[in-house]
């Protein structure tokens, strides 16, 4: 069926007005005509390929990447004249040049540097398949569309409707026309047996102007990044926030996560995100991911790698950037981002420190918390699950406060188990406190309050953003390592939650709130840092040295 020879015309003329030296200025590195000229060579069809031209420029860079040329005469080059005399000529000159006789000729255009040879040989075996005389490249593009009829404007729609639910609406792009060859002629390359093959949207760019090349070099410089991440009761979801923050910035690339089997709270998340994901029980089933999404940048952020797992990654060939990993993969590791504790190492790959913490949106765009002599407002909250149940220990503090007219406000995060009890206690003991659960606009509370307690987690960087003076209690003893949560910038940290006891808790509190001045100065240290370029500087780090 397939072995009927075949000709790929790239006609490709010097005098472009729109943008000049169009078809030979790089495009991502490299000349224009030489993506279509690779996407024809890597077809699996035996394919002969022939530039036509006026420019010695595009024939010399023709040649040099393999390929025949011939000279188009000047009268086949001004900007009126269309393709169908162009490759009528070509067809002819070169069979005779050539001695070869063809039955079928595509014409690619070199402005459609998004073609790939899957697309090219899919459309092929569909023309031998169908038996088409012409088949012409398309894209599905529905629209409410209206038309001009006598100098009035009129619907080309019957009903008005979502684009989803419109009928199609085929146009066709400059990516191929395959037709037999009987029907290549002076005035037409068309037979009766015509019909549309549908690509992809992002190969159907057809450069014409500047803002087609901005977006053609966008998609060329597109990557796939596969965040593998995890988020279960134990852990928490600070990991999770994490890559979804990152994965929101990354609005020029492909967007895969995969995340583990047992993170039952992570899995809810994503799978609301509307990313892609994938749930994984082991490393073979990352390998197998990687493999087959064609992934380009793997981010790890489920704590401490080791060097085995880092080094099979590296097999691949992709960028490898773990996040708060304290372990044996790190100096294998592209690129290892630890903004939540202080140098412990001088790998030159490892990044240290609050310059790197992810902040997300809602928190660059926030005004801080106002200060004032008196407390009023005291904000509790311990993250997405909360595993040592500080919470309860918190709220029993607040029993030995609630002599004071004070309103406290407690934020129960998405995977805490214990909410109805510390609702049931709130109401029995007639507590001057507000149980809110799975908050989705943070700096809304956080402005309010002229008082917080916390975890050591990544909420503090989001505290020390609003200036909110703070007292830290660790969850566990890797919290402790989150060298942030200093007095020096602004947090009283008392260490491990489940050793603190509750009158230190509450004395604290109490002094804190009799010590206006304090305060201030946490305050003020807090206002004094720079937390809001970590997102820029992460994303420098990613997206280095990548090609």
């Known amino acids: ?25 790089l495009l991502n590195g490299k000349p224009l005509i030489n993506y279509t000229i690779e996407a024809t060579k ?16 595009i024939a010399y860079i023709a040649k040099k990447n393999n390929v025949n040329v011939i000279k188009r005469q000047d009268y086949l080059a001004t900007s009126e004249i269309t393709l169908d005399p162009v490759i009528f000529n070509a067809v002819n000159q070169w069979e005779k040049q050539s001695g070869e006789e063809y039955n079928v000729v595509i014409t690619i255009q070199p402005t459609s540097p998004l073609l790939t040879s899957k697309t090219l040989d899919a459309a092929i075996k569909e023309f031998y398949l169908k038996n088409y005389d012409t088949l012409i490249s398309g894209v599905n593009n529905p629209h409410l569309s209206w038309t001009k009829d006598s100098g009035c404007f009129k619907p080309l729609y019957t009903e008005r409707k979502n684009r989803q639910y419109l009928p199609s609406h085929y146009v066709e792009t400059g990516a191929f026309v395959i037709t037999k060859r009987e029907f290549i002629e002076n005035d037409n390359r068309f037979g009766n047996y015509v019909s549309i093959y549908e690509i992809p949207e992002n190969e ?10 901005w977006i053609a070099e966008k998609e060329l410089k597109k990557k796939r990044i596969l965040f593998i991440v995890e988020g279960f009761e134990e852990i928490g979801l600070g990991h999770i926030y994490r890559t979804l923050s990152l994965a929101y910035k990354f609005i020029d690339h492909e967007i895969i ?22 749930i994984f029980e082991s490393e073979n089933c990352i390998f197998d991911i990687i493999r087959t999404e064609n992934i380009d940048i793997v981010i790890n952020d489920w704590l401490d790698t080791d060097k085995t797992y880092i080094k099979k990654l590296k097999r691949f060939n992709v960028k490898i950037v773990n996040f708060e990993d304290l372990g044996t993969g790190i100096e294998f590791a592209d690129v290892v981002i630890n903004d939540l504790y202080g140098k412990s190492n001088n790998l030159t790959n490892v990044y240290w420190g609050s310059k790197y913490f992810c902040a997300r949106d809602e928190f660059l765009l926030a005004e801080p918390s106002n200060f004032n002599e008196e407390v009023k407002e005291v904000l509790v909250m311990f993250g997405g699950t909360d595993p040592s149940n500080l919470t309860k220990k918190v709220l029993d503090a607040v029993k030995l406060l609630n002599n004071l007219s004070i309103h406290f406000t407690f934020i129960l995060g998405f995977g805490y188990k214990e909410k109805q009890k510390i609702i049931e206690d709130v109401e029995k003991n007639n507590l001057n406190v507000s149980v809110v659960c799975d908050v989705k606009h943070m700096t809304e509370y956080m402005q309010k309050a002229d008082l917080a307690i916390s975890s050591q987690g990544r909420t503090m960087y989001e505290l020390a953003i609003m ?14 390592l989150h060298s942030f949560g200093e007095l020096k910038n602004g947090f009283i940290n008392l260490g491990i939650g489940k050793e603190i006891s509750i009158t230190t808790i509450e004395g604290t509190v109490r002094w804190l709130i009799n010590s206006p001045q304090i305060r201030l100065q946490m305050k003020t240290k807090m206002g004094d840092l720079n937390l809001t370029q970590g997102m820029d500087n992460v994303m420098e780090l990613i997206f280095k040295d990548i090609g």
Not at 50 to 56: E, N, P, R, S
Not at 205 to 211: G, Y
């Open 1 to 25: 069926m397939y072995r009927s020879k075949i000709l790929v015309i790239i006609p490709a003329r010097g005098g472009s007005k729109g943008i000049p030296k169009k078809n030979i200025r």
């Open 42 to 57: 890597n077809s699996e069809f035996n394919i002969d390929i022939l530039v036509t031209t006026d420019d010695l420029e």
């Open 257 to 278: 996560f995969a995340v583990s089997k047992r993170s039952n709270l992570g899995i809810s998340k994503i799978s609301n995100s509307n990313f892609t994901y994938f």
């Open 467 to 480: 200036q909110v003076p703070t007292i830290l209690l660790a969850q566990h003893e890797r919290e402790t």
């Open 204 to 213: 159907s760019i057809d450069i014409d102007t500047a803002q087609d090349w």
